[in-house]
Nanobody, 124 residues
Framework: QVQLVESGGGLVQAGGSLRLSCVVSGLTFSSHGMAWFRQAPGKEREFVAGINGIGGYTPYGDSVKGRFTISRDNAKNTVYLQMNSLKPEDAAVYYC?????????????????WGQGAQVTVSS
């Protein structure tokens, strides 16, 4: 059984930082592309960042480039999202996702497993 468990969400002031973690079980972790998506109320789910199996390719959504960093530790079956210079518009539920392929893509329809989500709230 595949499980993705996010942690690290919370409330932060604008300009602050948070780090999300996603621990994965039930997969050969290093063989799977991973990604973070987010969804704010009334909006569609949005690609935030992705990382391929060994971390050599890391695309980002335009709205987070230069502020967010995705990384993975294959020894710990964990993917991270470091979020700096947070803005009120970054507030959303953040989801970790894994796909049954090594490569990473930006479309959410290509991901096979999802976490339960972590709430990020940014106060102005």
């Amino acid at each position: 059984q595949v499980q993705l468990v996010e942690s690290g969400g919370g409330l932060v002031q604008a300009g602050g930082s948070l780090r999300l973690s996603c621990v994965v079980s039930g997969l050969t972790f290093s063989s799977h592309g991973m990604a973070w998506f987010r969804q704010a109320p009334g909006k569609e789910r949005e690609f935030v960042a992705g990382i391929n199996g060994i971390g050599g390719y890391t695309p980002y959504g335009d709205s987070v480039k230069g502020r967010f960093t995705i990384s993975r530790d294959n020894a710990k079956n964990t993917v991270y999202l470091q979020m700096n210079s947070l803005k009120p518009e970054d507030a959303a539920v953040y989801y970790c996702a894994a796909r049954e392929a090594y490569a990473v893509v930006t479309g959410d329809g290509h991901y096979d497993y999802w976490g339960q989500g972590a709430q990020v709230t940014v106060s102005s």
